[in-house]
């Protein structure tokens, strides 16, 4: 209830009017029945305004720290993010991919939809990043569709590292949906299990106009870091050398 609160009273509305996002291919999602959104991520915003488009409900996965603050802002996150369609997943132990699959089965075994980012985590320059194999597994689990999803201006709303950016349009895509059935029984296999998410990965360019970077976003983000870290002391040793 909470979630149809949330969405179609209390901060729906408000989204679509200030915002007033865009969707494209919203007929490729099935009225009915169980399927993946497979998203790119640019934004902590991206979960709010892909099912705002949608008549459906689209639960996601959270980190866990968002369901275990202490106090009462704990607890209001909590309500929060519970009552909007996420569920928590502890991303820090070995076996986080695998919680994150149960969770997902359990969505999808009710008949709903699944959101999920194949980067696993947010893109911190706006490219897309390598996919990672968990979207093919569950797709070849379940035998269910696979409808690539791009989301195009939550950065600006939204920008990584930021609470607020500026106001901009919002653009969500969904396309045509990809059957993985000629795979059935192969989800073992880590070969085609690249294979269909490197497929789930290109339709998520094509539809968001991305540049594609075959690295995965994680690794990026720690060389970034690294390099950013490098050019700050060269440029103190500089100005030590200066002086």
């Known amino acids: 209830m909470f979630y149809w609160f949330l969405k179609l009273v209390a901060l729906g509305p408000l989204l679509r009017i200030v915002f007033r996002p865009h969707a494209d291919g919203v007929e490729h999602v099935p ?6 959104l497979a998203s790119n991520h640019l934004s902590y915003a991206d979960w709010l305004f892909m099912p705002l488009i949608l008549p459906r409900r689209v639960s996601f996965v959270a980190k866990a720290e968002y369901f275990t603050g ?14 909007s369609g996420q569920i928590p997943i502890d991303r820090s132990g070995a076996n ?12 999808l075994g009710r008949g709903e939809l699944f959101g999920i980012y194949p980067e696993g985590t947010r893109s911190h320059d706006g490219r897309l990043y390598r996919g990672k194999t968990g979207v ?6 379940t035998g ?11 950065d600006v709303v939204a920008p ?3 609470t607020f ?13 990809l059957d993985f059935s000629r795979y059935e029984g192969m989800e073992n296999d880590r070969y085609i299990l690249r294979s269909i998410t490197d497929e789930i990965m290109y339709e998520i360019m094509r539809l968001s106009g991305q540049e594609y970077v075959d690295v995965y976003a994680t690794k990026a983000k720690e060389d970034a870091k690294k390099a950013e870290a490098q050019a700050k002391a060269e440029s103190a040793s500089e100005q030590r050398r200066a002086s």
């Open 31 to 36: 009225e009915t029945g169980p399927a993946i």
């Open 70 to 83: 202490p106090g009462l802002k704990g607890w209001l996150q909590k309500t929060f993010f519970s009552g």
């Open 96 to 107: 986080a991919a695998e919680g994150a699959l149960i969770s997902a089965k359990g969505v």
């Open 136 to 141: 093919a597994r569950l797709a070849l689990e």
């Open 144 to 154: 269910v569709p696979v409808i690539p999803t791009a989301v195009v201006g939550t």
């Open 160 to 162: 990584p590292g930021k």
């Open 165 to 177: 950016g500026s106001f901009t349009r919002p653009v969500v895509r969904f396309g045509k949906p």
